[in-house]
């Protein structure tokens, strides 16, 4: 695929091996996403769901938010029937794009307005907005469901059969000087 036009992102080259995605661990997931302080979070917004990025901070392993005045995520400081807050999830990543190498990590759970005042005082000095709206309020994501996965190269052993690691020949490929009988090495056509 040597052709640009070909690609759906000229000038991105494509990974030299294969690529698995190796499951975190709730403990390590969290780890990586204290790391980084820009995520998305979705939730639903007129009964479908939305994404919105945002900054954000860990607070054990609560992920705390800032919110603005009349932000489409106003949405979410109303949980009605006195159910533990509104279900969002919440996504952050650092994958490398020349690389194709990096880690994802989404946790789901309720997400509630901070109403103790020395929390929410405690949030605004540490978390910044990065957008310039007066921030009024903070949202607080209790995580019940937390996963993720790191994307690494592929083991020689873990490529697929049928085919080969990047700069090689498939087996039965005119290059080995052998002929393909089709058969697949269990037995099975």
Do not use: C
């Amino acid at each position: 695929m040597s052709d640009p036009t070909t690609r759906p992102w000229p000038g991105v080259p494509e990974p030299s091996a294969p690529r698995h995605m190796k499951p975190l661990d709730r403990g390590e997931a969290l780890r990586l996403l204290r790391s980084v302080s820009l995520g998305r979070i979705v939730f639903t917004r007129q009964a479908l769901p939305a994404v919105r990025p945002v900054n954000h901070l860990l607070d054990g392993e609560d992920i705390i938010i800032r919110l603005g005045d009349g932000a489409a995520l106003a949405s979410l400081t109303d949980p009605a029937d006195g159910r533990p807050g509104a279900v969002v999830a919440y996504e952050a990543d650092a994958i490398d794009p020349e690389r194709h190498l990096g880690w994802s990590v989404v946790v789901t759970g309720y997400a509630r307005v901070v109403e103790d005042p020395a929390d929410l005082r405690r949030y605004e000095s540490l978390l910044r907005p990065w957008v310039s709206r007066a921030m009024t309020d903070a949202l607080r994501i209790r995580p019940e469901l937390v996963t993720g996965f790191r994307l690494v190269s592929a083991p020689v052993d873990a490529v697929p059969l049928g085919t080969a690691p990047a700069g090689t020949a498939p087996a039965g490929s005119a290059t080995t000087g052998t002929a393909s009988t089709g058969a697949s090495p269990t037995g099975a056509a």
